[in-house]
Nanobody, 122 residues
Framework: QVQLVESGGRLVQAGDSLRLSCAASKRTFSSDAMGWFRQAPGKEREFLAAISWNGFRDYADFVKGRFTISRDDAKNTLLLQMNDLKPEDTAVYYC????????????????WGQGTQVTVSS
């Protein structure tokens, strides 16, 4: 069964840190890669980060140095550590699973979670 369930989103203040988690089914976690995206109100969904099955990582330029993607293979969990959060980081954050090339280039994904809301107050 394909399943991606995000958690960890909440209201924080600017400058705070937050860690998002995405629990995946074993089948989904065995995908070529997993990634994080977000969508703010009135904006298109945008790529944040991806990690391949063997640890290759890619980040959007605007999160480099602030966000870190990682995976816990023992727990089939994808993580996103977000530091120095800004009000413009407010969005619904989604995890996804698919091929590394698609996730990082076109944003196409085989599977999506339902999203978790992150709100950053100024």
């Amino acid at each position: 069964q394909v399943q991606l369930v995000e958690s960890g989103g909440r209201l924080v203040q600017a400058g705070d840190s937050l860690r998002l988690s995405c629990a995946a089914s074993k089948r989904t976690f065995s995908s070529d890669a997993m990634g994080w995206f977000r969508q703010a109100p009135g904006k298109e969904r945008e790529f944040l980060a991806a990690i391949s099955w063997n640890g290759f990582r890619d980040y959007a330029d605007f999160v480099k140095g602030r966000f870190t993607i990682s995976r816990d293979d023992a727990k089939n969990t994808l993580l996103l550590q977000m530091n120095d959060l800004k009000p413009e980081d407010t969005a619904v954050y989604y995890c996804a699973a698919g091929t590394y090339s698609h996730l990082t280039s076109t944003g196409e994904s085989d599977y999506w979670g339902q999203g978790t809301q992150v709100t950053v107050s100024s």
